[in-house]
């Protein structure tokens, strides 16, 4: 099946700075990636779909310029966390889907943010 | 809106028990239906799915029919292995033919963990 790899898989980072996490496709060009937080014990909340070359589309409740999204290539969309508090330390999923014929989502690894 | 609603784990049982996970949905149109497993470290990949009502999905043993009339999709397995320890995640898209094309709604997740 095709991968999905996230970068980094875990981050810990001083309150007030920013953190940038990457989703690459590795074997296919993705068309749209999503972006989804998971708190521990809950379930994935979508934050954004960003689709390559235009602006991300955010979910109700998700700050925008907190969240800086940009999928500048088939292959790549990154995630800011911008100013970074501890409340948005979480788990950070992304996914995408191909050009093909299935469009079935692909997930990545995850990465495990802690502000501090 | 839509949501989906698991049955709260974890879920405890010994290699060749049965294993049921209840799902249940909510939904404005005609969703598609989907089992996600997370093995520990590794992200989302998809189980089975079902795009229409009494439609079955199968995958390695498990198995799951899209009941419209219960708005259900129960996850089974007549016999579990201690591979099969995982988080198991219910899901939705209102897209039609099941290929995950637009949003996903994802319940809380099910912590599976089978015993030698």
């Known amino acids: 099946g095709a991968v999905v790899s996230q970068h980094p898989s875990r981050v810990i980072c001083k309150s007030g700075t920013s953190v940038k996490i990457e989703c690459r496709s590795l074997?296919?060009?993705?068309?749209?990636m999503f972006w989804y937080r998971q708190f521990p014990k809950q379930s994935l909340m979508l934050m954004a779909t960003s689709n390559e070359g235009s602006k991300a589309t955010y979910e109700q409740g998700v700050e925008k310029d907190k969240f800086l999204i940009n999928h500048a290539s088939l292959t790549l969309s990154t995630l800011t966390v911008t100013s970074a508090h501890p409340e948005d330390s979480s788990f950070y999923i992304c996914s995408a889907r191909g050009s093909g014929g299935s469009n079935e989502q692909f997930f990545g690894p995850g990465t495990r943010l802690t502000v501090l | 809106g839509n949501s989906v609603t698991q049955m709260e784990g974890p879920v405890t049982l010994s290699e060749e028990a049965f294993l049921t996970i209840n799902c249940t949905y909510t939904a404005t149109g005609y969703p598609s239906l989907f089992w996600y497993v997370q093995y520990p470290g590794e992200g989302l990949q998809l189980l089975l799915k079902?795009?229409?009502?009494?439609d079955k999905g199968s995958n390695k043993g498990f198995e799951a029919t899209y009941r419209k009339e219960t708005t259900s999709f129960h996850l089974e397995k007549g016999s579990v292995q201690v591979s099969d320890s995982a988080v198991y995640f219910c899901a939705l898209s209102e897209d039609a033919g099941g290929t995950s094309y637009g949003k996903l709604t994802f319940g809380q997740g099910t912590i599976l963990t089978v015993h030698p």
């Open positions: 079902a795009t229409k009502a009494d």
């Open positions: 074997d296919f060009q993705a068309t749209t």
